[in-house]
């Protein structure tokens, strides 16, 4: 048995904020069971666990692999990435469907972009923007703009439970909603958030809600799921998850964590598998300044930090 353990550090093009906490390297962790490839790689502000706890739970894992024993995870990024690494993944999978845009930043930025004579050339079906980081008259303007300058264009809001009901209800009377494709848990609390699609009209996706294994229901306002492997952890609970969905005829949308080119092009044969028909929510890897693969495919190990290599 091959297994091998990898750290990695890629900067972001430009620091980025998650959850208050300023980045400037996505670091993160790979693992290689008899050649075949996972990703671990907790966010700060979104996983429950540590890139430390991360590793040494890795570790661990790994030292009973080769001794023969089982071992079971507790970390769902280390869960996700040993899923990755020891699935037997289905052949002649579809290409996934291209990822809709991102666009995350200062609304003052942003809307000075919007001159740029080939700004989003030609106009996506879908577009996302982070909310509730900024001045929500600052958000909305940005909204009303983009809206009026790309009026086929659907838009995905994700406020990552950022504002208490009555400030998602101020915001959301205030969308333009029939350009509003769905918004990402406006509120921390499940209640709250279908208490303001029940107000306001809103349509709304689950994410969080979803991470944290916290209790939800199918409503009328409730349009998709958006599923994060990464931070859901195991590969059968994310399946669960799609499944529950199908029952309750809500749209399933894969989404990273931002993620190495290795870890978006696992969650791309992700989204090929359970969601074929809806473009997946992985347009994070531009804010990366390096690739973990080659051109041909293979992960560059020479670049990497070793932490396990054994071979029996």
């Known amino acids: 048995m091959e297994l091998a353990l990898y750290r990695y550090s890629l900067p972001f093009r430009q620091p980025l904020m998650f959850k208050g906490k300023r980045l400037s390297n996505r670091e993160g962790l790979v693992v290689c069971i008899n050649g075949q490839w996972g990703e671990i790689a907790p966010l700060i ?135 509003i494709d769905y918004l990402e848990e406006p509120c921390a609390g499940f209640a709250d958030t279908i208490a303001v699609a029940e ?3 809103v349509a709304i996706a689950l994410d969080e809600t979803l991470s944290r294994g916290e209790e939800w229901r199918s409503h009328p306002q409730l349009k998709a799921l958006v599923i994060k492997p990464t931070l859901i952890g195991s590969l059968s609970a994310c399946e669960v998850l799609v499944q529950r969905a199908r029952a309750c005829n809500l749209r399933v949308v894969i989404s990273s964590s931002f993620e190495s080119d290795l870890g978006l092009g696992l969650l791309a044969r992700l989204a090929s598998e359970w969601a074929p028909n809806e473009p997946p929510g992985l347009d994070t890897g531009h804010w990366l300044t390096d690739h973990m693969m080659n051109p041909a495919g293979e992960v560059k190990t020479d670049s990497l930090h070793c932490l396990y290599l054994a071979s029996s």
Not at 45 to 74: H, I, Q
Not at 94 to 112: D, H, K, R, V, W
């Open 199 to 201: 107000a306001t009209g």
């Open 45 to 179: 502000g979104f996983s429950t666990e540590t890139l430390a706890e991360a590793e040494a739970e890795s570790l661990a894992y790994l030292a009973a692999l080769e001794r023969g024993e089982k071992f079971s995870p507790a970390l769902p990024s280390v869960q996700f990435g040993f899923d990755c690494a020891q699935r037997s993944w289905p052949i002649n999978l579809p290409t996934s469907l291209a990822p809709y845009p991102l666009l995350q930043g200062a609304p003052a930025e942003l809307i000075a972009s919007l001159a740029t004579p080939d700004w989003q050339v030609p106009p996506p079906s879908r577009l996302k923007l982070k909310v509730a980081r900024y001045a929500m008259e600052e958000e909305l303007a940005l909204i009303e703009q983009i809206a009026a300058q790309l009026p086929n264009t659907k838009l995905i809001l994700d406020a990552n439970g950022g504002w208490l009901q009555e400030e998602a209800h101020r915001f959301c009377k205030r969308l333009p909603l029939a350009q």
